[in-house]
């Protein structure tokens, strides 16, 4: 239906050609014995008879209805499929450029409505830029096709994949993929979701796992755990993270220093380390001989490198 009921309104003529004064005038659904619901004003808040009398002076129908083909009965005579117009205020107005103004639009996420800022619509045509993707339900280090190398973590050497959120998006499982060796002889392995500051010189732990020898302890798998804490110093206990659209994030992967060996992952080799250097820089790797994931990072102590991790963030 319609915002507004259309306007009908026009002198009606008898086959002899005069005013069809005062008459009483059926109107029915077009082809149809139904009567039409007719109402006084364009916003359907007064309800008129059908039949309805033309103007006992001017011989004027003047009446609302949904926009539509109606027939006209006036005693024997009948008037075929006269058309009852969309009223203008239907029609949001152009602006100064010739676009209609945002305000104006349907804005949602049902039939008929206009895509808007995180509609599902959309999600899945943002797209992937170079520095990272989402997904309408998953955030990305680097699209699945271009992690088709692979890289080892080394032990006490945090290794982050930068990637923009390209919506908002809540997350609280993290998941690499492991495709070589395991790692070995690990105390503490983690993932773990850092965001960059205002002041785009700290990453800053908002989400990790679980501190867990078997993450990466198997054969080409899956490896999928959930956030259980923010990684502050004094760790607070949570479930999810908000990703926000347009921020920038790290996707950290680590294994203690005391670990034999680091598992072999999935990801990208970009072939030198200053090819991920260029802004955005696509990951970091940094500092040595750490115990556990730090709180947060100075960017300023951490190297670039080619090595870029795959990593994904889901609900």
Do not use: Q
């Not at 990305?140 to 992690?147: D, G, I, K, Q």
């Not at 850092?194 to 989400?207: F, M, T």
């Not at 926000?244 to 220093?257: H, N, Q, W």
């Not at 670990?259 to 696509?282: C, D, I, Q, R």
């Amino acid at each position: 239906m319609a915002t507004y009921a259309g306007r009908y309104a026009e002198a009606l003529l008898l086959e002899d050609g005069t005013l069809a004064k005062g008459v009483l005038v059926t109107v029915h659904v077009a082809g149809t014995n139904t009567l039409a619901t007719l109402y006084a004003d364009h916003t359907r808040t007064i309800l008129i008879s059908n039949p309805v009398m033309t103007d006992p002076a001017s011989g004027m129908l003047d009446f609302y209805a949904d926009p539509g083909l109606y027939d006209l009965t006036a005693a024997t005579e009948v008037v075929y499929a006269v058309p009852v117009v969309p009223d203008a205020r239907e029609y949001a107005d152009l602006d100064a450029s010739g676009r209609v103004p945002y305000a104006r639009l349907p804005v949602g996420t049902g039939p008929g409505t206009v895509a808007a800022a995180d509609d599902p619509r959309i999600l899945g045509a943002a797209g992937y830029t170079v520095s990272g993707g989402t997904w309408a339900w998953r955030a990305e280090t680097m699209h699945r096709l271009w992690a088709g190398s692979y890289l080892t973590l080394s032990p006490g050497s945090v290794l982050v994949g930068m990637f923009t959120a390209d919506v908002t998006l809540s997350t609280g499982l993290l998941t690499t993929f492991l495709v070589g060796g395991a790692s070995a002889g690990v105390t503490t392995a983690r993932m773990g979701l850092y965001l960059v500051d205002s002041a785009g010189s700290n990453l800053v732990c908002i989400g990790r796992t679980a501190a867990d020898p078997t993450l990466w302890a198997g054969t080409e798998e899956i490896c999928s755990r959930r956030i259980v804490d923010n990684g502050a110093s004094s760790p607070t206990s949570i479930s999810t993270v908000s990703l926000l659209r347009g921020s920038r994030y790290g996707f950290a992967v680590f294994v203690d220093t005391l670990a034999e060996a680091g598992p072999t992952l999935a990801g990208t080799w970009l072939g030198a380390n200053f090819l991920s250097g260029m802004p955005p820089v696509l990951a970091y790797s940094g500092p040595a001989g750490d115990m556990d994931l730090r709180p947060s990072y100075a960017i300023g102590a951490l190297t670039f490198t080619g090595a870029v991790v795959y990593g994904a963030a889901t609900p």
